[in-house]
């Protein structure tokens, strides 16, 4: 029964998503069509999904923080290649994810004036990030912060309830 | 080897059960939701070790039936009810299941029309989860 | 900060990840068009704006040259099948001028987990791979049409994916030269 899996390439994903970006900059104007809220969603919905795959295997998780760490070392490095440069927390549900070289802000130039598309090329990830805590259990608000690309910074606020 | 198999949601609703015996179905629903509150106390048991397994064994036993339960690291219940008469079933087959079952419920997610937290109606999953019961 | 539990794969995980996103692409553009024929067009468009740019990629890799004639580009689409997405398709059911063949794919990738809904049946769930296939030969000067003919989705035994040679392109002269 079983047949033989092919694994798709990297390059793919960065196709796919500079697409989805481009589609999103280029959405009508009444921004029904693509608009960045769609591209969170689509990442929202992507890390949902993925996280039920990913942690099949893993050892149940203690507790938040050790949720987040998996977050940031495991599930980050093997999407983006290496971990999170720096995780900070106020122990009260508010994490700081520090990326030092984002992957998808590497390819565009560091110029001020491409700082405005960039929100663009990390809303795929907050929406990422988002989905796979929210499945998790953690229900978050996730938004990046860029000043010096390809610097960025992801804000996880975890909603009590 | 199987009687019964229940997919559990987050909000603790069920999304799929499955009754080799229709008319047992009623009682089954009542057994699950028992089930689940053996299963709260189980996670929230000290000694480190044992909440870490996904699977959680035995929740209770009655003159007919054993069930049994595993929790996934995303709040997933999965309970599997066998008749009490298997005493030929071994602990790593009733494991097998259970890893069974979660790759199955994995794949269900994956499909992007089926939406989380919706009662599964995947023809693929409901084969699956019979064979699974029927212990293939 | 290492614990136990599997190490996960990066190439396994990225080939998901890619597979979901294609799939909530594929959802959100349903949400965003009334018709599906709407969605087939757009995920058509889409995989030529990838095409076009994805070609230079398969041609620095495979340090193909060109194209002798349309069995050679056959070919070359089934190796950039094998490359991109990990699979190798069969090629067959040439027709008897040699200008139209069908690819034979029984496990794409794209559709891994995917299981269509009944109001979902016009929907061309891997038409970003038309899209991609139209792309990449335009830059090579090549103009070609391709369509699913079966798909696994829909209950057939295999996805056939038919290329048609349409016609060859002028090479572009450049702007600037006489």
Sequence with gaps: MSVSKGLVDDVLFEFLHAELVSYVLNSSKDGKKGDVTSLEYIGFSSGYRIIERLTKEWPRFKDELETMKFICTDFWSSIYKKQIDNLRTNHQGVYVLHENSFRFLRKISSGRQYLEAAPKFVAFTCGLIRGALANLGLDCTV?????QMPACKFHIQVQKN | MAVCVAVIGKDNSPKYILCLNPNQELQFHY????????????????????????YIGQLYSTEEH?????????????????????????????????????????????????????????????????????GN | MSRQGTRLDP???????????????????????????????????????????????????????????????????????????????????????????????????????????????????????????????????????????????????VTELRVKFVKRLEDAIPAGED
């Excluded at chain 1, 938004?143 to 000043?147: D, G, L, M, P, V």
């Excluded at chain 2, 790759?103 to 409901?126: E, M, Q």
């Excluded at chain 3, 794919?105 to 929907?123: G, K, Y």
Aim: hydrophobic share 35%; aromatic share 10%.
């Design chain 3, 11 to 157: 190439k396994k995980v990225n080939s998901e990840l890619f597979t979901l996103t294609y799939g909530a692409l594929v959802s959100q553009l349903m949400k965003d068009y009334e018709n599906v024929e709407e969605v087939n067009k757009q995920l058509e468009r889409m995989g030529y704006n990838i095409g076009i740019r994805l070609i230079e990629d398969f041609l620095a890799r495979t340090s193909s040259g060109r194209c002798y004639d349309f069995r050679d580009t056959a070919e070359k689409i089934q190796l950039g099948f094998r490359t991109f997405l990990g699979i190798t398709p069969t090629i067959s059911n040439w027709n008897p001028s040699g200008d139209e063949f069908s690819l034979i794919i029984d496990n794409n990738p794209l559709t891994e987990f995917v299981e269509l809904p009944d109001h979902c049946l016009n929907l061309k769930y891997s038409n970003i791979l038309t899209g991609v296939i139209r792309g990449a030969c335009e830059m090579v000067q090549m103009e070609v049409s391709s369509w699913f003919v079966q798909d696994q989705l829909k209950g057939d035994n």
């Design chain 2, 31 to 54: 057994r699950v939701h028992t089930s689940l509150d053996v299963v709260e106390e189980k996670l929230k048991a000290t000694g480190d070790r044992d909440v870490r397994e996904l």
């Design chain 2, 66 to 134: 054993k069930i049994f339960g595993y929790v996934t690291n995303t709040r997933i219940k999965f309970i599997v009810v066998v008749e009490s008469s298997n005493t030929s079933l071994r602990d790593n087959e009733v494991r097998m299941m259970f890893r069974n079952l979660h790759s199955a419920y994995t794949d269900v997610v994956c499909n992007p029309f089926y939406i989380p937290g919706d009662p599964i109606t995947s023809k693929n999953f409901d084969n699956t989860v019979r064979r699974i019961m029927s």
């Design chain 1, 143 to 147: 938004t990046a912060e860029i000043q």
